[in-house]
Each structure stands twice: as C-alpha cells, then as structure tokens.
C-alpha cells in the first residue's frame, strides 16, 4: 500500500458526460501527479500540482482540468467524455517538488466511457 | 518518437532463471532514471532512481544499471519467482522538466511454474 488513494475505484459512465476523480496524496506530500494508461498504452503524464499551484502540464486534453486544495488532496475533471478517454487514471504524490523525490502511485480508477 | 525505448516487449521465463530488460533513452540533458513494477491493473511501483553518477543499484534480486555516456539501462531479475509476473517500466526525468517524466512502454513478464 503506497498510502495515496483514489476514488472511485470504477468509474462506468457515458458519452458526453462529465466525471471527477479523486485522489488524497500520502500523508506529508506536498506534490500530486496525474497519469492516463490507456489499453495497451503507456503512462502518460497529464498535470502536476505542488502545494496547490499548477506545476507542470502535459498532454493534457482541455476538456480535462484538475487542482489541488489546501488539505492537499487533488481532484482531476473529465468533461465531455469521448470512447477513447477510457483508461486507467491515476495519481502520484510526493514529498517535494525535487527531480529526485520518488513518486508513489495509487491504486487507480478505470474509467469506462459507453 | 518516444524517447525512451525498451526491449524485449514481453518476456517469458521459468521460474527460477534470471532475465535481463533493456532501456535506451534519448532524454537530455540527463536528471536521473527509474525502474518501476507494475501488477496489472495496479499502479506503479518503484524499484530503483539511478542518477547520473550511479552506475549500478540494487532492491532485493533486482539490480538495475546504467550506463550515462550510451544512455543505456538495465535490470536484472535473479532467480525469478512467479510474483515477478508483470510490466516492468523504464522511466527517464530530464534536469528540465519539473515533474514531467518520459515512459517507456514497459516489458512485460511473464514467469511460469
């Protein structure tokens, strides 16, 4: 158990609709990570907030926003949902903003879009 | 182009016998690289950081090495148990990018009784 959550566990929703995914960073960690897994695909890196400021973007789509609060928990919306957001999503936290600090990942939410 | 390539795809191996994963990267400038597990359908976990100036480092009959100068890496599984079942990712941070990591595509092993 790396001690990060997420919730829900199961997402099964429809097109077009909206979603929110939620994740409580291990106790301490001040930075929180966001990843899509699609099938067959491998992790890629949406967005990362430390201390509850936008840190760093990736190949996040724009119908997809995500900020974290002050407990420092973060939540990541999905809008607009298409067949092909179904994936994996999940969160990382850690310690600090360094390049070194390790990233503990959760156990993830699968998100089905019908 | 990804810039972090990894070999074999997928890896069938006995239980017991020890197999070796490869990671070429292309990522620069350099901050540090990192093995992770991952069970199906469960997140990553990580088995080692290597930085620049590691060149070998070791988690229980995993050993992972690096070479920086032919930005290659790799890992090392002894005497494989049937626990060791599943995607093993090379994960490679650029000094540059705050947070922003670049994926492999993950060898994918399977160990049989």
């Known amino acids: 158990d790396s001690g990060v959550t997420q919730t829900p566990k199961h997402l099964i929703t429809a097109t077009g609709q909206r979603v929110t995914l939620r994740c409580s960073p291990r106790?301490?960690?001040?930075?929180v990570y966001w990843y899509q897994q699609s099938l067959d695909q491998g992790l890629q890196f949406l967005i990362q907030?430390?201390?509850?400021?936008?840190?760093a973007k990736g190949n996040i789509l724009e119908r997809f926003s995500a900020q974290q609060f002050p407990d420092l928990h973060s939540e990541l919306n999905l809008s607009s949902l298409e067949l092909g957001d179904s994936a994996l999503y999940f969160c990382?936290?850690?310690?600090?903003?360094?390049?070194?600090?390790?990233?503990?990942f959760g156990p993830g939410t699968r998100l089905t879009v019908l | 182009k990804n810039q972090v390539e990894q070999s074999p795809q997928s890896l069938i191996i006995l239980e017991g016998k020890n197999c070796t994963l490869q990671c070429n990267y292309t990522v620069s400038p350099f901050s540090n690289l990192r093995w992770y597990k991952q069970d199906t359908g469960r997140g990553p976990v990580s088995l080692t950081i290597m930085t620049f100036s590691e060149n070998t480092k070791s988690n229980g009959r995993y050993t992972a090495t690096l070479d920086a100068d032919t930005k290659q890496s790799s890992l090392h599984i002894t005497a494989s148990q049937l626990s060791d079942s599943a995607s093993y990712i090379c994960?490679?941070?650029?000094?540059?990018?705050?947070?922003?990591?670049?994926f492999g595509a993950g060898t994918q092993v399977v160990v049989t009784p």
């Open positions: 990382a936290s850690s310690i600090r903003d360094s390049r070194v600090n390790e990233q503990f």
């Open positions: 106790s301490g960690d001040l930075s």
């Open positions: 994960v490679v941070r650029r000094t540059d990018s705050w947070g922003k990591l670049q």
């Open positions: 907030y430390y201390n509850g400021e936008e840190r």
